[in-house]
């Protein structure tokens, strides 16, 4: 790869694409830290991994391709830190008391009639692609996931957020595809409900 | 046109919704896909919902952006 500097040699070339790159790793935190806290739903564990996902990147920066964002590269490694954290403090399966109830499908669910119609059915959300590019938004939606109870929480992050397949959360929390179903669908049906509340009903086609 | 009707009545709005929710997951058996279209055909509010499914998870992925 041709040097972004012109005028310099290879190894001037290289010293200071690494100063660049360790300077901008902290611009970072404030992001990788709200996706940990999101994930796991333990401040201080949250803290934890994103100063491992930041040490592991300037250590393995030569690895850093170029091709994606630093962001992008730097969410790669906090994810596999998220799943290492989970896995060592989810020694049992979480089928467990705790999560029973949110894996229940067949109890009451308020959103429907007991025929199964919508009992309020979803509103118009206008263009909503055009919410995408608004910070308060992002701070709406961030605000909704926090509001998820919280092994829903981690389970829907690590299937939206950090984009793993059904069958590799599955394996990892040693749930059953139905469970997983249930606790996505729960998820996206607060979540939705949430959104429309707090963004699209509050302020119509901002 | 009878048909019809009792077909799209074979599908709630609640398991429609499970169904545009599990089609994420796992592809749809052939008589769940066809359940689920003719549902769509005649119920605005579940293909509503099935264009905020897909926003929200267009949403999320900004996240890593």
């Known amino acids: ?206 | 046109m009878m048909l019809l009707h009792r077909l799209t009545h074979l599908v709630s709005c609640k398991e429609a919704t499970r169904l545009l929710s599990r089609r994420e997951e796992r592809r749809l058996r052939a008589a769940e896909r066809a359940k689920l279209a003719l549902h769509l055909g005649v119920c605005d509010a579940c293909s509503r919902f099935a264009r905020q499914l897909a926003f929200m998870r267009a949403a999320l992925r900004r996240y890593r952006t």
């Open chain 1, 1 to 206: 790869m041709p040097c972004r500097w012109p005028g310099l040699r290879d190894t001037a070339c290289l010293a200071v694409d690494a100063d660049l790159f360790a300077n901008e790793l902290p611009a970072h935190r404030a992001y990788l830290l709200r996706v940990a806290r999101l994930s796991l739903r333990d401040a201080d564990l949250a803290e934890d991994v994103v100063q491992e996902t930041l040490v592991a990147a300037l250590a393995g920066r030569d690895r850093f391709s170029g091709r994606s964002s630093v962001r992008t590269w730097l969410t790669g490694i906090l994810k596999h830190k998220i799943i290492d954290a989970i896995r060592q403090k989810q020694r049992r399966p979480i089928v467990a008391a705790d999560f029973a109830e949110e894996a229940d499908l067949e109890a009451f669910d308020p959103l429907f009639t007991d025929n199964g119609a919508w009992e309020a059915p979803p509103a118009d959300w206008g263009d909503p692609e055009n919410a995408l590019a608004r910070h308060e938004f992002m701070e709406v939606l961030t605000r909704c996931l926090e509001r998820l109870p919280p092994t829903t929480a981690r389970v829907f992050m690590m299937r939206e957020i950090h984009e793993l397949e059904s069958d590799e959360i599955c394996k990892e929390l040693t749930i059953t595809a139905n469970n997983l179903w249930v606790i996505l669908y729960r998820a996206r049906m607060a979540l939705r409900h949430c959104l429309e509340q707090n963004w699209f009903a509050a302020t119509p086609r901002r």
